[in-house]
């Protein structure tokens, strides 16, 4: 499989060269051979340091970083940028970056050591982008970069990352508490009043993105991931229904205070009333049109018309090229990823690693549905990155980590009986204690 989505990509790589060019790329056998040498390392590691983990994973990232980086070189070769370059380096930091933690982290149970610490580390970095200045952390009216000189980075990617570490170590500390029953309500058994505290929090926090750096896409992730992971460990529908209420009060909390949410909600619901801020989305949606069934083919579209074609606006770019039947492969990818991450959860035998992979599958699914909701016009534009294939390093980065800790605990999953023994016994106290058989 590895095979098969690496050559995907250099076949893509060559069309577009050839179309746009008139010619194959003189030094194609030196890109391929680092392509192949790459992917042969990264396989090989996987399959020494985590040789139980699901072998479909890895596969499926590479066939989507591929194709955005060919998708992102194409559209360098119509406005004469170089962003494929720095998402080459992008990628192999993102890779650097999986190897260390698949190195460092051998088992995802002593993560749970660590979750208050994360859930703090969390949280600085989701706020140091609201107390910078503008110039140092505005871009396009959000406030989420930490701009330095030449060099910028979203910290808000790796604050995902350890806010799930600390939901699932919470959650599972407390997922007794808080799955007691108060007061009974239309067949529905609602939780206790003292209990409703930690989603309270996450109400607050996610409403504070959305107050203090302006963005609409990390506020609804945030809490989304949060209210699917306490109804997975709790197993009471009464959270995701306070979830839904104190979500449909936020937003429209947030429509009549803020303007930029009233813009937003506004451009969405009639767009060529607004030519001037919705250009963004006439543009993909005509991308998308346009593209028809089978696309027009790599190289042989105009996606350079839309504003950000290679970040927010990169998946309607392959649909105008691709056509419904490409993107939808890709919808199909993603999909795989999710649900292979769901059923790791499903395997592992200790709570917190269940919970853990839920959330980091939650996680890139409700990312997908935002961004490719926003781009279609399903719901109001946010401006979150697509994973692995738009331009970006902090979001690429991350999700390469993100990877790496599902195949760390899938390969806890996978693990034969007898080596899940030793590992246990291996293991040092802390991390056995909280080693445990989900029975919900």
């Known amino acids: 499989m590895l095979v098969f989505a690496t050559l995907i990509g250099l076949v893509a790589f060559a069309n577009v060269e050839v179309v746009m060019n008139d010619r194959l790329p003189p030094d194609i056998a030196w890109y391929a051979g680092g392509l192949v040498l790459i992917a042969t390392i990264t396989h090989l590691f996987v399959r020494f340091f985590a040789k139980y983990a699901d072998p479909v994973l890895l596969p499926c990232v590479f066939l989507l970083n591929g194709l955005g980086l060919v998708m992102i070189h194409r559209l360098d070769l119509s406005v004469g940028d170089g962003g494929a370059g720095m998402q080459f380096i992008w990628t192999m930091l993102g890779i650097v970056l999986f190897v260390l933690v698949l190195f460092f982290i051998r088992d995802h149970r002593t993560l749970r050591n ?199 606006y990169i998946f309607p770019s392959l649909g105008e090229e691709l056509g419904l039947a490409g993107v939808m492969a890709l919808l199909i990818v993603y999909m795989l990823i999710v649900a292979r991450g769901m059923r790791t959860a499903l395997a592992v035998r200790d709570g917190f690693g269940k919970l853990l ?33 738009s331009q970006g390093g902090s979001s690429l980065v991350a999700n390469w980590a993100l990877l790496a800790l599902l195949l760390r605990i899938s390969d806890a999953a996978r693990r034969p009986v007898g080596e899940r023994a030793a590992a246990d016994r291996g293991g040092d106290r802390k991390s056995e204690a909280a080693t445990e058989v989900f029975t919900r």
């Open 114 to 312: 660590f979750m208050y610490t994360a859930g703090a580390a969390g949280l600085l970095l989701l706020a140091i982008p609201a107390v910078l200045p503008d110039a140092m952390s505005e871009v396009n009216g959000a406030k989420l970069w930490i701009k330095i000189g030449g060099f910028s980075i979203q910290p808000g990617e790796f604050a995902k990352l350890l806010l799930l570490v600390f939901f699932a170590g919470y959650l599972v500390t407390k997922r007794d508490v808080l799955s007691l029953a108060g007061r009974r309500v239309l067949f529905i058994d609602l939780p206790r009043a003292k209990d409703l505290g930690p989603v309270l929090v996450a109400w607050l926090a996610s409403l504070g993105v959305l107050v203090f750096e302006r963005d609409l896409g990390s506020s609804l992730l945030f809490f989304g991931i949060f209210v699917a992971m306490l109804y997975i460990a709790t197993e009471r529908v009464s959270w995701l229904i306070i979830g839904v209420l104190l979500f449909v009060g936020g937003a429209f909390l947030a429509y009549s205070l803020f303007s930029h949410v009233q813009l937003r909600v506004n451009i969405w619901l009639d767009p060529f009333k607004y030519p001037d801020e919705a250009g963004q989305i006439i543009q993909g949606l005509y991308g998308l049109a346009h593209g028809g069934l089978t696309g027009t083919g790599l190289g042989q579209g105009r996606p350079d018309l839309i504003p950000y074609a290679k970040s927010d």
């Open 357 to 389: 992979a839920a959330g980091l599958s939650i996680s890139m699914g409700l990312q997908i549905f935002v961004v490719i909701g926003g781009v279609t016009k399903l719901i109001p534009l946010t401006g979150l990155t697509t994973p692995f294939l």
